[in-house]
């Protein structure tokens, strides 16, 4: 079992930065392939970029390739997500999640654990 805590969600102007970061507490970390998701208000949670349990593999929704980065470091049992050229659709409730069996799912249900979220907020 794994448990995550978001950081690094805040307000930004629209073309700026952030960077999440996803800390996880428990054994194995290394197991578990992660993703990101995010929830605006109203909406349904949406998948934004997932990655395997080694990190050599990744893949991102339409709407973030080429802004985020997703990465992780094993070692210090981590999780991030780059946000690059933000822009005001991109303001949601940002998730990290971990997954025992499934590679870099896209949809929630794929996952097992999840954070409590970090709110991020890009103002036009």
């Known amino acids: 079992q794994v448990q995550l805590v978001e950081s690094g969600g805040g307000l930004v102007q629209a073309g700026g930065s952030l960077r999440l970061s996803c800390a996880a507490s428990?054994?194995?970390?290394?197991?578990?392939?992660m993703g990101w998701f995010r929830q605006a208000p109203g909406k349904e949670r949406e998948f934004v970029a997932a990655?395997?349990?080694?990190?050599?593999?990744?893949n991102y929704a339409d709407s973030v390739k080429g802004r985020f980065t997703i990465s992780r470091d094993n070692a210090k049992n981590a999780l991030y997500l780059q946000m690059n050229s933000l822009k005001s659709e991109d303001t949601a409730v940002y998730y990290c999640?971990?997954?025992?069996?499934?590679?870099?799912?896209?949809?929630?249900?794929?996952?097992?654990?999840w954070g409590q979220g970090t709110q991020v907020t890009v103002s036009s």
């Open positions: 999640a971990g997954s025992y069996g499934i590679q870099r799912g896209i949809k929630p249900d794929d996952y097992d654990y």
């Open positions: 428990g054994r194995y970390f290394s197991n578990y392939a």
């Open positions: 990655i395997n349990w080694r990190g050599s593999n990744t």
